[in-house]
Nanobody, 126 residues
Framework: QVQLVESGGGLVQPGGSLTLSCAAS????????MGWYRQAPGQQRELVAA???????NYADSVKGRFTISRDNAKNTAWLQMNSLKPEDTAVYYC????????????????????WGQGTQVTVSS
């Protein structure tokens, strides 16, 4: 069983910064990609940023130049550094991990699974 635990959300003024963290634990063999998504009230969940195990990154146009995603493969942890925050960044932020986990019923004792964290609220307001 695998868990993703997020932390770092909160209330911040426009122009401020926050850093979100996501730690994966459990029966993990390897993590292919980790990403951050967000969902504002009445909106669909959208990709904010993603990073592969090799360090390649991808960002939504709305956050390019302001947000930075990073990860530590040895610690199965990813971070999202958010600078110059705007009110439109207000949302629940979710961590996602595309991984191979140990699974007795899988091929060679492993299977590929997609996991989500519980979400952390980020509110940008004066």
């Amino acid at each position: 069983q695998v868990q993703l635990v997020e932390s770092g959300g909160g209330l911040v003024q426009p122009g401020g910064s926050l850093t979100l963290s996501c730690a994966a634990s459990g029966s993990i063999f390897s993590i292919n990609a980790m990403g951050w998504y967000r969902q504002a009230p009445g909106q669909q969940r959208e990709l904010v940023a993603a990073i592969t195990s090799g360090g390649s990154t991808n960002y939504a146009d709305s956050v390019k130049g302001r947000f930075t995603i990073s990860r530590d493969n040895a610690k199965n942890t990813a971070w999202l550094q958010m600078n110059s925050l705007k009110p439109e960044d207000t949302a629940v932020y979710y961590c996602n991990a595309d991984m191979e986990e140990y699974y007795s019923g899988g091929v060679r004792g492993k299977r590929r699974q997609d996991y989500w964290g519980q979400g952390t609220q980020v509110t940008v307001s004066s």
